[in-house]
């Protein structure tokens, strides 16, 4: 099994940057993809960045490419988001998935980001 605890969310206003953590513990060898998702409300969980741990290629939605970073660091299994020119429209409680050679989906228990225009 896999633990996830994210933190960094916060409340910013448009234009500011922000920091999200996620550290996983437990069966990491077993992660194969590390990611970042969103759910606003009355909104579908939507992907925001993934980065794969065999090769650490990453994958962005359109709508953060250019302003959101997804980076990893190995050593002691944290995978973050930096945020930057962060817009009202990216408020949203944000959760990290871990995706695994067991083919089990975790997921973190979120937090929240606002941005105040």
């Known amino acids: 099994q896999v633990q996830l605890v994210e933190s960094g969310g916060g409340l910013v206003q448009a234009g500011g940057s922000l920091r999200l953590s996620c550290a996983a513990s437990g069966s990491t060898l077993s992660i194969t993809v590390m990611g970042w998702y969103r759910q606003a409300p009355g909104k579908q969980r939507e992907l925001v960045a993934q980065?794969?741990?065999?090769?650490?290629?990453?994958n962005y939605a359109d709508t953060v490419k250019g302003r959101f970073t997804i980076s990893r660091d190995n050593a002691n299994n944290t995978v973050y988001l930096q945020m930057n020119s962060l817009k009202p429209e990216d408020t949203a409680v944000y959760y990290c998935?871990?995706?695994?050679?067991?083919?089990?989906?975790?997921w973190g228990q979120g937090t929240q980001v606002t941005v105040s225009s």
């Open positions: 998935r871990a995706m695994t050679t067991t083919y089990f989906d975790y």
């Open positions: 980065v794969l741990s065999r090769d650490g290629r990453t």
